[in-house]
């Protein structure tokens, strides 16, 4: 089993960053590709971004260029590292584990999933 919480989301201005980190219990971790989720209201969830086990990573074409997906596996943490938001970013940000060990955005390959986090980018 694996546990997965999620923080820093909160409220921030258009042109303004945040990150989030996704702290995870659990062995498996370290051995599966993970990902960051965003569900706004009245839409379906979608991949933002996701990395390896190794660190390969893939973003989705909205984001490309803005967002940096990390992990650092000794510490059990994945970040999302969010630069120059737009209104469109606002969302309830997840992390997740993957079953497998590849990249992938494929959002039934996962698992496991964190309770999310509220981002909210005032225009």
């Known amino acids: 089993q694996v546990q997965l919480v999620e923080s820093g989301g909160g409220l921030v201005q258009a042109g303004g960053s945040l990150r989030l980190s996704c702290a995870a219990s659990?062995?498996?971790?370290?051995?599966?590709?993970l990902g960051w989720f965003r569900q706004a209201p009245g839409k379906e969830r979608e991949c933002v971004a996701a990395i390896s086990r190794t660190g390969s990573s893939i973003y989705a074409d909205a984001v490309k260029g803005r967002f940096t997906v990390s992990r650092d596996n000794a510490k059990n943490t994945m970040y999302l590292q969010m630069n120059s938001l737009k209104a469109e970013d606002s969302a309830v940000y997840y992390c997740?584990?993957?079953?497998?060990?590849?990249?992938?955005?494929?959002?039934?390959?996962?698992?496991?999933w964190g309770q999310g986090t509220q981002v909210t980018v005032s225009s």
């Open positions: 997740a584990v993957a079953r497998g060990l590849v990249v992938t955005t494929t959002l039934g390959e996962y698992d496991y």
């Open positions: 659990g062995r498996l971790f370290s051995w599966y590709g």
